[in-house]
């Protein structure tokens, strides 16, 4: 075999087993990790988790410490990288977060003071289409200070059922009319740090 045709078939394989690698590595399990304070600049405050890979971006969601998601992939060890997470509840491919913000290290007690404070503030159970109170006021409240225009009468209808479908979509949650765990914790977290 002439030294030409040698070097292309080892030049074709070295190509085809960079394509294979790079598939395994892309095609890896994401790894758990958790959300730490620890580098944050203010220890309470939420940390949040972007649509792409930098602040210009939208928020997709606010994590509280200790917050359980999935590793992909990272460009680098600086602090100030961002990496690829997928996090659970929140719909769409995948999220963005500063290397800052991760740890591999399991919280002994996970905290969920935002999601109680949610729950004390729109109730601890499911508001939907057909529910009426104060706490259907409240949402509504919330609702409309964010912005969606329904009419504050503590009756959860059609117009409130849209206005959170709409809230759901915009936040990546699941849009289903249903101001549930998931959707109480991002609308508390909204109104909070608007």
Known sequence: ??????????????VIMSVFAYASIALADPVPCYITL????????????RTGPGKDYPVAAYLTEGTLVYYVSGNGNNLDNWNKIIVPGVEGEYCYIQQKYLTDKKPSTPS???????????????????SKGSKVRVLQQDLKSLGYNIA?????????????????KAHKLTADGIVGPKTRLELYMAIKYR
Do not use: C
């Not at 935002?114 to 601890?124: H, I, L, T, V």
């Not at 504050?152 to 759901?168: C, H, I, L, M, P």
């Open 112 to 130: 969920e003071p935002e999601q109680g404070s949610a729950n004390a503030r729109y109730g601890s159970k499911n508001l939907k289409k057909g």
């Open 38 to 49: 620890k580098y944050a600049n203010d220890k309470n405050a939420p940390v949040k988790v």
């Open 152 to 168: 504050v009468d503590g009756d959860f209808g059609a117009k409130t059922e849209k206005a959170v479908k709409a809230f759901q």
């Open 1 to 14: 075999m002439n030294k030409r045709i040698l070097n292309r078939v080892i030049a074709l394989v070295l």
